[in-house]
């Protein structure tokens, strides 16, 4: 899906989820719900259209283009929750190449074809969609190869494509504190702007990104509960465990950080980042972290292979550090200027080797990772001149 601000996301319609709120423009499907279905789908069809022209304009629902993003930023506060704009794919190139130019107005044509290219290789290879109810599947999405957009096609569309000047810079600046990630990372670089914006996001993703290793050391080991060898051993159990009697291991003081009420919504291992779900990390005590951190590094050992994890080569090192550096910020609920700092410099260096935890971590349903990717390239090749065409005019 291509991001455009706040939780609103730009998508062809061959994915159309009836438990989005959502806008539909579509000359197959930019048509009303189903009276049948109107009582059994709990989500709004906030406005569809056949195409552009049956929607905005004179004496149409939005008169013109700049009303229609106003009422798509009322939506995305009211709701509170994903709003996605289906369209079909002459819909859907009119719309990247309209947002692109008002929105990035030093874009050169092959800059925002990249742009609109890789979001739509990214859902072609990982059939990237997310549902209110079903958070975390990835349907594979075959028809997205029928969907590839040449340069030839997209230049043509973008070239013909009018922004008047000076209309949209309102709403630009209003929307700028939620508007993509990668925008406001060139930007950064390249001026040293929005960085109190950056700083809230990273904030963020560090979160994310460390909640992701406590879930999946916590998956780990109640995976290999009974293994030989199992990281549950190396955790001094005070009791043993069989197929009888695997529910008393969260009665066990060896195992509390995994199951202490306090840190933990649910006993379980959470599925999805929910307020009920969410790891407890500001309520960890000192001697709490420590146990944390001996009992990641029992995973880690493990995954990969590690004979020491107290002698480790001098990456490895980095990498542990890292990560456990990002976890004091988490805890500590603040974002200074130093962690800023430290968080570029660890993209830059790049001593993490896991691309999981990039920025803390990166969602793929929220970010355009080969743009990301492209960023940092450039920057640690002192290339930041390739980067203007992504910078924010405001």
Same mark, same amino acid.
């Given at each position: 899906?291509?991001?455009?601000?706040?939780?609103?996301?730009?998508?062809?319609?061959?994915?159309?989820?009836?438990?989005?709120?959502?806008?539909?423009?579509?000359?197959?499907?930019?048509?009303?719900?189903?009276?049948?279905?109107?009582?059994?789908?709990?989500?709004?069809?906030?406005?569809?259209?056949?195409?552009?022209?049956?929607?905005?304009?004179?004496?149409?629902?939005?008169?013109?283009?700049?009303?229609?993003?106003?009422?798509?930023?009322?939506?995305?506060? @009211? %709701?509170?929750?994903?709003?996605?704009?289906?369209?079909?794919?002459?819909?859907? +190139? &009119?719309? #990247?190449? *309209?947002?692109?130019?008002?929105?990035?107005?030093?874009?050169?044509p092959d800059d925002a074809y990249g742009l609109v290219s890789s979001s739509m290789f990214m859902t072609r290879m990982f059939g990237i969609t997310q549902s209110v109810n079903n958070s975390?599947?990835?349907?594979?999405?075959?028809?997205?190869?029928?969907?590839?957009?040449?340069?030839?096609?997209?230049?043509?569309?973008?070239?013909?494509?009018?922004?008047?000047?000076?209309?949209?810079?309102?709403?630009?600046?209003?929307?700028?504190?939620?508007?993509?990630?990668?925008?406001?990372?060139? @930007? %950064?670089?390249?001026?040293?702007?929005?960085?109190?914006?950056?700083?809230?996001? +990273? &904030?963020? #993703?560090? *979160?994310?990104?460390?909640?992701?290793?406590?879930?999946?050391?916590?998956?780990?080991?109640?995976?290999?509960?009974?293994?030989?060898?199992?990281?549950?051993?190396?955790?001094?159990?005070?009791?043993?465990?069989?197929?009888g009697n695997l529910d008393t291991i969260a009665l066990d003081p060896a195992f509390d950080i995994w199951f202490d009420s306090t840190l933990w919504g649910v006993q379980g291992v959470p599925?999805?980042?929910?307020?009920?779900?969410?790891?407890?990390?500001?309520?960890?005590?000192?001697?709490?972290?420590?146990?944390?951190?001996?009992?990641?590094?029992?995973?880690?050992?493990?995954l990969w292979l590690f004979d020491d994890i107290e002698n480790l080569g001098p990456r490895a090192t980095i990498w542990k550090n890292d990560i456990f550096r990002m976890f004091d910020i988490?805890?500590?609920?603040?974002?200074?200027?130093?962690?800023?700092?430290?968080?570029?410099?660890?993209?830059?260096?790049?001593?993490?080797?896991?691309?999981?935890?990039?920025?803390?971590?990166?969602?793929?349903?929220?970010?355009?990772?080969?743009?990301?990717?492209?960023?940092?390239?450039?920057?640690?090749?002192?290339?930041?001149?390739?980067?203007?065409?992504?910078?924010?005019?405001?």
């Amino acid at each position: 899906m291509f991001h455009l601000f706040k939780r609103v996301y730009l998508d062809l319609d061959d994915s159309i989820d009836l438990n989005v709120n959502r806008y539909v423009i579509s000359q197959e499907n930019g048509v009303d719900l189903l009276h049948d279905l109107a009582g059994v789908v709990h989500s709004d069809l906030i406005a569809f259209a056949r195409n552009l022209d049956e929607l905005i304009g004179p004496d149409k629902k939005y008169a013109n283009f700049l009303l229609f993003l106003n009422d798509v930023n009322r939506k995305a506060d @009211s %709701y509170n929750s994903r709003i996605v704009i289906y369209c079909d794919r002459d819909t859907y +190139l &009119k719309l #990247t190449s *309209k947002w692109i130019k008002i929105i990035l107005p030093n874009a050169t044509p092959d800059d925002a074809y990249g742009l609109v290219s890789s979001s739509m290789f990214m859902t072609r290879m990982f059939g990237i969609t997310q549902s209110v109810n079903n958070s975390f599947t990835r349907p594979y999405r075959q028809t997205q190869i029928e969907h590839y957009v040449s340069p030839q096609e997209f230049h043509a569309q973008y070239n013909s494509t009018v922004v008047e000047t000076g209309v949209y810079d309102g709403f630009v600046s209003l929307i700028t504190p939620t508007i993509s990630f990668e925008y406001l990372l060139a @930007s %950064y670089f390249v001026n040293g702007t929005h960085k109190d914006i950056i700083k809230n996001i +990273l &904030k963020t #993703t560090l *979160k994310f990104g460390a909640q992701q290793y406590v879930y999946e050391a916590k998956a780990f080991m109640l995976r290999q509960l009974l293994s030989n060898n199992s990281m549950a051993e190396e955790c001094t159990p005070t009791g043993s465990y069989d197929l009888g009697n695997l529910d008393t291991i969260a009665l066990d003081p060896a195992f509390d950080i995994w199951f202490d009420s306090t840190l933990w919504g649910v006993q379980g291992v959470p599925v999805a980042h929910t307020s009920y779900s969410e790891f407890q990390f500001e309520k960890l005590t000192a001697s709490q972290f420590q146990k944390l951190k001996s009992h990641l590094e029992f995973h880690w050992k493990r995954l990969w292979l590690f004979d020491d994890i107290e002698n480790l080569g001098p990456r490895a090192t980095i990498w542990k550090n890292d990560i456990f550096r990002m976890f004091d910020i988490v805890i500590s609920n603040q974002f200074t200027d130093s962690d800023l700092d430290f968080v570029i410099q660890t993209q830059l260096s790049g001593p993490i080797a896991d691309p999981a935890c990039q920025f803390g971590g990166i969602d793929l349903t929220k970010f355009n990772m080969p743009l990301i990717n492209y960023i940092t390239r450039c920057v640690v090749k002192d290339e930041k001149n390739k980067l203007n065409g992504f910078v924010l005019p405001i």
